[in-house]
């Protein structure tokens, strides 16, 4: 080895040969081939924090196992934990800077995290950053593991990470809908099918609506992250578990339980979960799931704010910036159109997801670095979204009282307020002389002599209109 004082440097070997390391990294030959290798994005494993404690989480559960079993002596398993548990708290995360799409079904992934946790324990050990002999990445940091169960089981735990903290973000985001919802309660608006005019409603009801949909998301997200606390340590290369001692897989899984505290479970079939990745699709189909909410919601925003006077303006956004360079005055709704971009993301990553899953060959899916990535990329970006709606639009919208009162006043789908009062006939000949002559119903069921001014307005009543209500009135004729 050169000297580290003079050079900067370290040299390490590998299969291929030797490589310089620069003498400040954590991380060793195998990662910087990987670096080299995959110049392929900007999505580097250091970017996605959870991804890394997954993998810690994942070290730290095969060398208390292996500790265990008397396969690592107390000195060194102290020391490898002791480097998990900083990577889990936040610390060496800049030493990851492999590219998340890969090939190697993960290889230089799991040799980053085996280099950094190795040549940590070193210096906790006494010893020099790259002095493997007294802790070696292959022997001891992966000792009963091969990338092809510790990847997927890193995976697994960062996603369930991830889920909870895309779950805080989204509450976050249905409490500013009920919030609306609340404060918008008393306001009665047209409802609105296939764009076209319906029947009364309230604008609370419309944005308790858009908290509904989202909130029972929840439920589904939870249920898909559910598979997530499956994994297959042990499994090892193919799922026979060669190179692992009998036992070693339930006290790996058994020790995954107590450092996360989470319910975790072995895969009953090891082989055939070691190239399975259906839990990746379930829960990029889940957030597929979501993203289409998020944008149909985020659609009618647009919609019920467009105008100012030439649309809906049923409610105003709040104004981020000029909308035009060329046309003085204009302000776009920027929010829910950066939203629903986003949402669209989403949905291709799930595509990507899929076809990645569906391209398993054998025993083993060597597509799964890029199905990670796509996963972890939709949470990271719909928390982005989430708190961008939230702050930037949705907890700034106000309403346009009287303009929504107006629209219910002049429109024809009051006729269906009536229609079980003066019956389908009359509702039909009211409703086609209002479309010819661009008179109220209002006024054309009095001027008929359908109905008192009395009844008429009880049934029109705003709280008679916007849920099930029983009325004692008959028509006049």
């Known amino acids: 080895m050169k000297d580290e004082k003079s050079t900067g440097i370290r040299v390490e070997s590998d299969l291929l040969g030797s490589i310089e390391v620069p003498e400040s990294a954590l991380y060793g030959v195998q990662t910087l081939r990987g670096v080299e290798n995959f110049e392929i994005s900007k999505f580097k494993l250091y970017d996605y924090p959870e991804f890394i404690k997954g993998l810690a989480i994942t070290k730290l559960g095969a060398a208390m196992a292996n500790h265990e079993m008397g396969l690592l002596p107390d000195d060194m398993y102290e020391a490898i934990a002791q480097a998990c548990r900083e990577i889990m708290g936040g610390e060496h995360h800049d030493q ?35 002095e493997y002999q007294y802790c070696s990445p292959n022997d001891h940091v992966n000792r009963s593991q091969s990338t092809n169960d510790a990847y997927p089981t890193a995976i697994h735990i960062g996603m369930y990470l991830a889920n909870i903290r895309l779950k805080k973000h989204l509450e976050k985001l249905i409490e500013a809908f009920r919030a609306k919802a609340e404060a918008f309660k008393n306001i009665i608006k047209m409802g609105r099918t296939q764009l076209e005019d319906a029947v009364p409603m309230t604008l609370g009801q419309t944005f308790n609506g858009f908290a509904s949909i989202l909130q029972d998301e929840i439920k589904h997200l939870d249920e898909a992250a559910a598979d997530f606390l499956t ?11 060669i190179c692992a001692e009998p036992g070693y897989a339930e006290k790996c899984v058994e020790a995954l339980s107590e450092i996360t505290g989470w319910n975790m479970s072995l895969s009953e079939d090891l082989v055939g979960a070691t190239s ?16 289409t909410k998020v944008s149909k919601i985020s659609n009618d925003l647009r919609l019920l704010a467009s105008g100012p006077r030439c649309g809906l ?23 829910p159109e950066v939203m629903t971009q986003i949402c669209y993301k989403v949905i291709g990553n799930d595509v990507c997801v899929t076809m990645a899953s569906e391209a398993a060959q054998m025993e083993l899916n060597a597509m799964e670095p890029v199905t990670a990535q796509c996963n972890f990329e939709s949470v990271d970006i719909l928390i982005n979204g989430f708190d961008t709606l939230r702050i930037r639009c949705v ?15 002049n429109s024809i789908g009051v006729v269906t307020a009536l229609n079980p ?28 002599g359908i109905l008192s001014k009395e009844d008429l ?17 008959k028509p006049l004729k």
Request: net charge neutral; hydrophobic share 40%; with cysteine.
């Open 421 to 448: 009062v003066i019956g389908y006939k009359n509702s039909t000949k009211i409703a086609k002389e209002a479309m010819e002559t661009g008179r109220s119903v209002y006024d054309l069921v009095l001027e008929h």
């Open 395 to 409: 907890e700034g919208i106000t309403a346009n009282e009287e303009k929504c009162r107006a629209y219910v006043h």
């Open 313 to 335: 303006g049923e409610i105003n956004l709040p104004a981020r910036q000029p909308g035009s360079s060329i046309m003085p005055g204009k302000v776009n709704p920027v929010i």
């Open 231 to 241: 994994v297959n340590m042990g499994a090892t290369a193919i799922g026979t578990g």
């Open 96 to 130: 990851f800077p492999v590219d998340m799409i890969q090939g190697g079904a993960g290889t230089s992934t799991n040799m980053n995290a085996n280099e950094v946790i190795a040549n940590r324990a070193l210096e906790i050990l006494g010893h020099k950053r790259g």
């Open 457 to 473: 307005d009880t049934i029109l009543a705003p709280e008679n209109m916007i849920k099930p209500v029983k009325l004692d009135i």
């Open 276 to 291: 399975d990745t259906s839990s990746m699709v379930g829960y990029s189909s889940a957030l597929k799931r979501l993203a």
